[in-house]
């Protein structure tokens, strides 16, 4: 399908009149637009070489907390249950808290991050990470065990 383009009067930069005709400006719809698929050359980053290596090392090193979270938590289950003096079948209602929790949080986490920015999320999500560390190491009873074992999931899911 075509469409005529209509007729353009104007002058010229002589001063004499110029004329162009429909004939000549015809548009199809069907023609696609020519885009530049040409990278540029140089990409560019505010980073220097170094900066963004440690940039990469660091989320690297975030990123496997939640792993190491949830797997070294494993052996120590026996001594908890004998230390909280719970059963085993608590503490591991506990692991099952932890794996709905990393299940569920990253899909909130994530539509925060989409509103606010992704740096300020990870930023928080760490120190609520860290938090429920340091909370772990003090507690002393099974519901605070099984409450900060769910915060720390939240804090590890952000990154």
């Known amino acids: 399908m075509e469409v005529a383009a209509a007729e353009i009067e104007g002058s010229r930069e002589d001063g004499s009149a110029g004329h162009i005709s429909s004939k000549n400006l015809r548009l199809s ?3 696609e637009p020519q885009l530049n ?3 540029p050359s140089i990409p560019y980053s505010t980073f220097a070489k170094a900066e963004k ?3 990469c090392f660091l989320i690297a090193f975030a990123a496997m907390f939640s792993p190491l979270s949830s797997f ?3 052996p120590a289950i026996t001594s908890l249950s004998k230390d909280l003096h719970v059963s ?3 503490i591991n209602l506990t692991i099952t808290s932890y794996m709905i929790v990393s299940g569920i949080a990253p899909a909130v986490i994530g539509d925060l991050a989409d509103i606010t920015g992704r740096r300020w999320i990870y930023i928080l999500t760490l120190l609520i990470y860290c938090a429920a ?5 003090l ?3 099974w519901p605070a065990l099984l409450v900060l074992r769910m915060v720390q999931s939240v804090g590890s899911s952000g990154k």
């Open 72 to 74: 070294i938590y494993y």
């Open 133 to 137: 560390d340091v909370g772990l190491a």
């Open 29 to 31: 719809l069907l023609d």
């Open 37 to 39: 698929t040409q990278a």
């Open 88 to 90: 085993i079948e608590l």
């Open 53 to 55: 290596r440690l940039i």
């Open 139 to 141: 507690q002393r009873s």
